[in-house]
């Protein structure tokens, strides 16, 4: 049931709107990646960018790409069909295709990574200020619904939806500026215009989720309103979350060589969603993991850390030892990798160290060896027991001449963030990422990063 209160809850905007505010935001002159599959919201983003520009004489470069994921026998035929739509509208189109064999299990995510690769890959090269997608608000709607349907959700951060701008791979920004507009309105401006574009099947295959939430959503205005000001509470709720959790970092965080986090325990007298927030991301980062504890987890730590006692327990591969005014974090000993590099190569080493061998030769990346000496080198200011622990999660690399000559090049992630970073959480990441000696994060090409509707 809608809340009396939201009745009064922004409306979606326009289609031309939103385009338009995004170019009002959009540092100039910029050449803009559109990735368009064809469907009718990425042809809408794409016509509307076109025409916006041109009447707003804004100084933009439009280049289209179409990942073509050739999972369908058709989907060649749709690309190229793209590709004459662009061309009609004097748009530079570019299709790049998966190729290679399909994974058996997790299509649907692997397809994705791989439309994000590939959308980065072809924006690098082209020198793109920014790629942007035809998400609209009834994909966001639909986004939210599957996450609330699932259990444990009540309160959870995934409530905020979509982040408007993403940062990708750490190296280019992604933006929805359709995202407040309604796929309707996007369509009828396309048939208005007399531009078909292509259903995609899977919308209403019921093997999948989004098609079966969609197949039985009503979004009537009133309810439209009702979701903009539920997920408009969210997104503020969550990024709330992360700059109070960065700022709990800066008065209270030390991080020892990005793989030991060191915490005052007076942290624990701020608010407990804060600092839970706080420690969920933490704990991604020592553990090497692109996502927080579970729900069940972080409760199990809150309880311990609520005794106020000495102890220790294990969450998400990292190990939480609290001391009478300290809590330290750090990686737990067990599954540490041994990865083999070939010359050339480069790896992800246990989620939390990009490793590239520019040696001639293969190098043999595993856990360094249990040797107090060197551990109590590396880490002088902890304790002889975490300090071991901590030095045994560095990676070592064998040939060490290798490494002596300075031939294997060593750089910490941020396994939250390096892949992708929403806007909600760049303050928190950005707090993160100086404590681990990192350098900054690029700068979104967008003045703002989404006004308020």
Same mark, same amino acid.
């Given at each position: 049931?809608i809340d009396?209160?939201q009745?009064h809850?922004?409306?979606?905007l ?5 385009i ?22 990425s042809?809408?983003l794409?016509?509307?960018l076109?025409r !916006?520009?041109?009447?707003c ?8 790409? #179409? ?7 058709? =989907?060649?035929?749709e690309a ?7 061309q ?17 299990s ?13 959308? !980065?890959?072809v924006?690098? #090269? ?5 790629i ?19 259990p444990?959700?009540e309160?959870?951060?995934g409530?905020?939806?979509?982040a ?7 190296s ?20 208005t215009?007399?531009?078909g574009?292509i ?8 093997r ?15 309810a ?10 969210? =997104? ?8 109070a959790a960065?700022h ?5 965080? #030390?991080?020892?060589r ?13 608010d ?7 420690l969920?991301?933490l704990? =991604? ?8 504890? =579970?729900r069940d987890?972080?409760?199990r ?11 220790r ?8 030892d609290?001391?009478?005014?300290r ?7 067990r ?5 083999a590099?070939?010359?050339g ?5 246990d989620?939390?160290f990009s490793l590239e061998n ?9 856990? !360094? ?11 002088p200011?902890?304790?002889?027991s975490l300090a071991?622990?901590?030095?045994r ?17 060593v750089?910490?992630?941020?396994a ?5 970073l929403?806007q ?7 707090s993160l990422?100086?404590q681990a ?17």
């Open positions: 049931m009396p209160a009745a809850a922004p409306s979606p326009p289609p031309v709107e939103a338009e505010r995004f170019l009002v935001d959009l540092a100039k002159p910029a050449r803009i990646l559109v990735a368009v599959s064809g469907g009718s919201d042809l809408g794409l016509f509307l076109q !916006c520009a041109a009447t004489k804004t100084p933009v470069d439009l280049l289209a790409v #179409t990942i073509d994921h050739a999972l369908r026998p058709q =989907s060649a035929v190229r069909e793209v590709s004459r739509i662009c009609s509208l004097a748009i530079r189109h570019i299709t790049d295709r998966w190729e290679g064999v399909k994974p058996a997790g299509l649907s995510a692997a397809a994705r990574e791989a439309r994000y690769d590939r959308l !980065c890959r924006a690098l #090269t082209e020198q793109a200020s920014l942007v997608t035809g998400h609209t608000l009834d994909d966001q709607i639909e986004t939210v619904l599957m996450r609330a349907g699932r444990g959700s309160g959870s951060i409530l905020a939806g979509m408007p701008s993403v940062l990708v791979n750490r280019i920004w992604l933006h929805r500026p359709l995202l407040s507009a309604r796929r309707q309105a996007i369509r009828d401006c396309l048939s215009a007399g531009i574009w259903e995609d099947p899977s919308n209403t295959d019921p999948f989720e989004r098609a079966r939430i969609r197949a039985g959503l009503t979004l009537d205005d009133e439209v309103r009702g979701h903009i000001a539920q997920i408009s509470k969210a =997104s503020a709720m969550r990024e709330g979350l992360s700059m960065a709990l970092f800066e008065q209270h965080l #030390t991080l020892h990005g793989v030991a986090a060191e915490l005052f325990t007076d942290m624990l007298q701020a407990e969603a804060v600092w839970m927030h706080a969920s991301a704990t =991604s980062v020592i553990g090497g993991r692109s996502y927080g504890p =579970s987890s972080l409760a730590l809150a309880d311990f850390l609520a005794t106020g006692r000495p102890g327990m294990t969450v998400g591969r990292v190990v939480f609290r001391r009478r005014d809590l330290y974090l750090v990686r737990e000993s599954n540490l990798p041994e990865l590099i070939a010359a190569g480069t790896v992800a080493w989620g939390r520019v040696n001639d030769g293969e190098v043999v990346i595993r856990p !360094c060896p249990a040797d107090r000496a060197a551990a109590s080198a590396a880490f200011t902890l304790p002889g071991l622990q901590a030095y999660s560095l990676p070592d690399i064998i040939p060490q001449e290798m490494a002596a000559n300075g031939r294997t090049w750089r910490p992630l941020l939250p963030y390096d892949r992708f929403p909600f959480d760049l303050k928190l990441a950005v990422a100086k000696g990192l350098d900054e994060f690029p700068p979104s090409p967008l003045n703002v990063f989404m006004r308020k509707t």
